[in-house]
């Protein structure tokens, strides 16, 4: 059994990697439903924040926030046009604490405050980042959505393998399939409050719009 998981984890992780389109596939609206960030702005009641560790919650203003130690830095940037995008810049600081372990935990981009129901289309879409990789992540880089607004209710697929493999300074579309994120039949599609990209180490990426799309062509789910 184990086996069969990771060739199928490999198998998922191939055509995520293969499946990667340009920015001008999939469209990015106004819907909150389906589209979370749209053109670097946080989409309806969505909000963006940040944090670690030492605060987990910090809200963007005009694009701009750091966390506590300035281990995450987000800053308007550019893809067509001036702020249409985000600047994200994971430094991979630690802070020790008492046992010897990171104080920072994870440094988190977040859009939550928000929910929607996509329990329609679990089967059938892909949450899709619209990305620009500046430096590759050198550590665990965690997806992960929530629902509920509960700790107790998320679900993490790990995706430093595929960014790791796109092309650097290049716009793409990277498509994970919904069916990722339930694996274990138990994530509520019907109340999603958050979505996230968490790591300890170093990262640096642009990202422009985060949503929903149909599932490419050739990829069935994972």
């Known amino acids: 059994m184990k086996y069969v998981h990771k060739f199928y984890r490999r198998r ?4 995520l990697i293969t499946g990667l389109f340009t920015a001008q596939v999939f469209g990015f609206g106004t819907d909150p439903v389906s589209s979370y ?3 670097g702005k946080a989409v309806g009641n969505w909000s963006a924040s940040i944090g670690n560790g030492l605060n987990y919650y910090i809200p963007l203003e005009d694009q701009q926030a750091a966390t506590v130690r300035g281990n995450l ?3 308007p940037d550019k893809q067509n046009a001036k702020g249409d ?3 994200l810049k994971w430094k991979g600081r630690k802070v020790k604490n008492e046992w010897g372990g990171n104080a920072l935990y994870d440094s988190t981009f977040s859009l939550g405050r928000s929910n929607a129901d996509i329990s329609s289309v679990k089967e059938l879409a892909a949450l ?3 990305i620009k990789v500046l430096r590759a992540p050198n550590a665990l880089t965690k997806l992960t959505l929530q629902c509920k607004n509960s700790n107790k209710c998320k679900s993490e697929f790990p995706i430093n393998t595929a960014l790791g493999k796109l092309q650097k300074d290049q716009w793409l579309n990277v ?12 994530f509520d599609f019907s109340n999603l409050t958050g979505i996230s990209i968490a790591t300890q180490g170093k990262m640096e990426i642009v990202l422009a719009n985060v949503g929903l799309a149909p599932l490419p062509d050739g990829m069935s789910g994972c």
């Open 12 to 15: 998922t992780l191939a055509l």
């Open 37 to 39: 960030l749209t053109q």
């Open 128 to 130: 899709v980042l619209n």
């Open 85 to 87: 995008a985000l600047h």
């Open 73 to 75: 830095t987000v800053r």
């Open 175 to 186: 498509p994970i399939p919904l069916s990722c994120f339930d694996k274990s039949g138990q």
